[in-house]
């Protein structure tokens, strides 16, 4: 990611993420609420469609919020970026299988208690556009398989099984020569698809939204 003014681009997506974070967590706290009213009813729809809502809120609120950090001081992007993947890879991953649930409750459980609460056309719509937004990482094999190792043997367990500690003494020793800085981060593959994938969850959240018949 090239910039001619990468500080006054970093400024301008903090000062983003300032303004929106607060109402976020707002919402995060309502789409919170609305999963436990979803476990105290008897619709497997409702169930499942507000958990897929938490989950695409939760992950845009926490990759905001660590993109945030890390724009304002990149001297910890050691730390940053390899739980940025982590999140990254939770979003590729985790949001197929729940979206998966969700539609498979929508069309094979018509006489469910909230079937009536939902708008199959648009559901589709909203799952469309953010499989098109997250097409480009997706069909990104090569980073995807490194943020993968990523996950598996450095964000998720830093002491293997088998290996100890080496992968994340890898990940150490090959993190030495990048760039402490803010146009290092910018141009950080990590960071472009956290942005790109941000933009995809919260797209997203609104289509899912208008999925609810008021």
């Known amino acids: 990611m090239m910039s001619d003014d990468p ?7 903090i000062a983003g993420f300032d303004a929106i974070l607060p109402e976020q967590e707002r919402v995060l706290e309502q789409a919170a609420q609305n999963v436990k009213l979803g476990l105290e009813r008897d619709s497997e729809i409702y169930r499942e469609f507000t958990q897929l809502q938490f989950f695409i809120l939760t992950v845009d609120f926490d990759m905001r919020v ?3 950090a890390l724009l304002a001081d990149p001297q910890n992007r050691l730390t ?3 739980f940025l993947a982590l999140t990254l890879e939770e979003a590729e991953e985790s949001a197929g299988r729940m979206v998966n649930a969700v539609s498979r409750a929508i069309r094979t459980l018509p006489n469910d208690t909230g079937a009536h609460l939902f708008e199959v056309a648009k559901f589709d719509e909203a799952v469309s556009a953010f499989k098109h937004g997250m097409s480009e990482m997706r069909d990104d094999k090569d980073f995807n398989r ?4 990523i996950r598996n043997t450095v964000s998720g ?3 293997g099984d088998e290996v100890g500690v080496q992968n994340g003494a890898i990940w150490v020793l090959t993190r030495r020569g990048v760039p402490r800085d803010i146009d290092g981060v910018l141009r950080s593959q990590i960071v472009y698809y956290a942005i790109a994938t941000l933009k995809a969850l919260s797209e997203f959240a609104h ?3 208008r999925t609810v018949r008021t």
């Open 146 to 149: 490194t943020l993968r190792l």
């Open 7 to 13: 500080v006054g681009r970093a400024e301008g997506i």
């Open 66 to 68: 660590m993109l945030r």
């Open 157 to 159: 367990h830093i002491v």
């Open 80 to 82: 940053a970026e390899k």
């Open 207 to 209: 289509g899912l939204q």
